[in-house]
């Protein structure tokens, strides 16, 4: 069953560095390498939230340089991550905008992990967060 999206505005999909859908509703996530970022309601093709939104919703600093973003889950447990090597850091969002957690990590020798990150993944239950860096794969777990 194909359908084409009618956006409200051009959302630059050229200039995307990374998209995620969440099945249950079909809303599109677009990540931009400048730390930009969109989440659209595909119905009506409109922004429903975005980085302007984030900082007033709890994000300490803006996205400086993200990679990835991955919608992880289902219903009210869906949560949208984000990885930004730029700022050291994976961001845990809720569909609605809201940032739930800001996650740094350090490798065995104190080097920060995320800056130097190739790509992520999220398992739901238990949550834990592996991160690939260069040659070596990387779980992280909250306590």
């Known amino acids: 069953n194909e359908r084409t999206i ?27 390498g400048d730390g930009r970022i ?28 993200p990679t990835a973003a991955k919608i992880i889950g289902r219903g009210l447990n869906a949560s949208i991550f984000v990885a930004d090597p730029g700022s050291g850091r994976i961001v845990q969002l809720s569909r609605g905008g809201i940032v739930l957690a800001q996650f740094r990590a350090t490798d065995e020798i104190g080097n920060e992990l995320f800056t130097r990150l190739n790509d ?11 991160v690939a860096v260069d040659n070596t794969l990387y779980v992280a777990a909250q306590n």
């Open 38 to 65: 969109r989440y659209y309601d595909t119905r009506s093709g409109r922004i429903q939230w975005d980085e302007t939104a984030l900082i007033n919703n709890g994000l300490n600093s803006p996205l400086v340089a």
């Open 6 to 32: 009618e956006f409200s505005e051009n959302p630059q999909l050229n200039k995307a560095v990374d998209i995620s859908i969440y099945s249950e509703d079909g809303s599109l996530l677009v990540l931009y």
């Open 120 to 130: 992520f993944t999220v398992t739901e239950a238990p949550m834990r967060i592996f």
